[in-house]
C-alpha cells in the first residue's frame, strides 16, 4: 500500500518539529549550543539537520518527523528515491543520535546511531516493507522503507530513550 504525502505536507511538518526540538534541547542544562545545519550543503550530505552542543561532547542529529504515531511503528526509510535508487536517510546518515519525532503527541525518541542502523540491518528481512509516493513538479517520486515496531526496537537497542516534550 503507498501513501501519498505532498512536498508541501512534509514541509509543514519538519520546520515546526526541528524548532520544537531545538528549543527543548536548548532548555536542557548541559547544553552549550544548539546550531540547526538543514541548509547546509555539508551537512546535507551527510543527512544531518542539528548539532548539539552540550559540556561534555557534541553530537550530530538527523531528525525524523513524522505524524502516523497510531501505527506503533517507526518507518526506517531504506529508498528516499526509488527511481533514481537514492539510498534512504536512515541507511547513510552519518548522524550520531535519530531523533524520531511524533508530532501529534509531541513523543521524541532518541535512538543512537549507527547502532540502531546496525541492529535493523540484521532483522531487516523480517520488517514489512512499505512506499509512499510524493509529487514533485508534475511527477512524483517514491519513498521506501520498513515498519519496525517502536516496541522491539525499546527493548532491543540499548540506549534508545523516550521524550515527552511539552
Keep these: 500500500m503507498k501513501r501519498r504525502i505532498k512536498m508541501s505536507n512534509a514541509v509543514e511538518i519538519s520546520e515546526p518539529a526541528a524548532l520544537e526540538i531545538e528549543n527543548w534541547l536548548r532548555s536542557l542544562k548541559n547544553t552549550v549550543k544548539v546550531k540547526n545545519v538543514e541548509r547546509d550543503p555539508i551537512f546535507q550530505k551527510m543527512d544531518v539537520d542539528l548539532i548539539w552542543t552540550t559540556k561534555k561532547d557534541s553530537y550530530k542529529i538527523e531528525i525524523k518527523a513524522d505524524q502516523w504515531h497510531k501505527t506503533g511503528n517507526f518507518f526506517f526509510e531504506t529508498l528516499s528515491n526509488e527511481e533514481k535508487k537514492t539510498p534512504g536517510c536512515f541507511m547513510y546518515t ?50 521506501v522503507g520498513k515498519l519496525v515496531p517502536i516496541d522491539l526496537v525499546l527493548r532491543e537497542v540499548r540506549s534508545v530513550k523516550q521524550v515527552q516534550l511539552q
Excluded: C, H
Excluded at 100 to 119: A, C, N, S
Design 94 to 143: 552519518e548522524a550520531d543520535l535519530l531523533f524520531y519525532y511524533f508530532v501529534e503527541m509531541k513523543r521524541l525518541y532518541i535512538l543512537p546511531m549507527p547502532q540502531t542502523r546496525k541492529w535493523f540491518l540484521s532483522k531487516k528481512a523480517k520488517f514489512k516493507e512499505r512506499a509512499t509516493t510524493t509529487p514533485v513538479n508534475g511527477g512524483y517520486y517514491t519513498t
